[in-house]
């Protein structure tokens, strides 16, 4: 498993079969596997995973993660152990898990996006989505660093208020009404 784990990429990881392509039982003895090598190999005192939690955290990685490979898993763990998704506090345990996982994944898609945008072209002074996209990324969570729970529950709530308004649209053109035949201001219904 280590000659494998030399040769990841994100590009390898993307083109790999993915877990819901392979016989489930393996799979989840595969990232077991994985996580327990990389719990034992850790330099932590405090808090690392026992049997029970690297298996219950295996399961929730392939019952979640079904897109994704155990070659994301491998690189993954790789890139924590290097410090690149973050720093372990002298604990590694399920949290920290997704904590790494979910970091591996914005740095798996910002780097195929970019990879994408440079096939198609888009290296000569147009608008740069991969650029954009990733100041917009910035920008979301420096405002959850500030706000913290009451920007996502804005955020939510404001997505909340634009599907109603999505739904209430479709269903007065279901039903052939238009704006015109509704009452004026705000008609709690």
Do not use: W
């Amino acid at each position: 498993m280590v000659n494998i784990q030399t040769s990841r990429s994100f590009q390898v990881c993307h083109s790999a079969k993915k877990i819901f392509q392979l016989d489930a039982e393996l799979t989840l003895k595969m990232a077991c596997a994985v996580i327990s090598m990389f719990n034992a190999s850790i330099k932590v005192t405090t808090e690392k995973m026992d049997e029970v939690e690297i298996y219950e955290t295996a399961l929730m990685f392939c019952e979640k993660y079904t897109h994704e490979s155990v070659s994301d898993l491998m690189l993954c763990l790789k890139m924590a152990k290097a410090g690149n998704l973050g720093i372990i506090y002298n604990r590694f345990d399920t949290a920290t898990f997704f904590e790494f996982y979910n970091e591996y994944q914005n740095l798996k898609y910002k780097q195929l996006e970019q990879n994408t945008l440079v096939q198609k072209g888009n290296t000569d002074g147009s608008v740069n989505t991969a650029f954009h996209t990733e100041m917009l990324y910035e920008e979301r969570q420096q405002k959850i660093k500030e706000n913290g729970e009451k920007y996502y529950e804005a955020l939510r709530l404001q997505e909340v208020i634009e599907l109603k308004r999505e739904n209430n649209s479709l269903r007065k053109q279901k039903n052939g009404t238009t704006n015109e035949d509704l009452p004026k201001g705000n008609v709690q219904r």
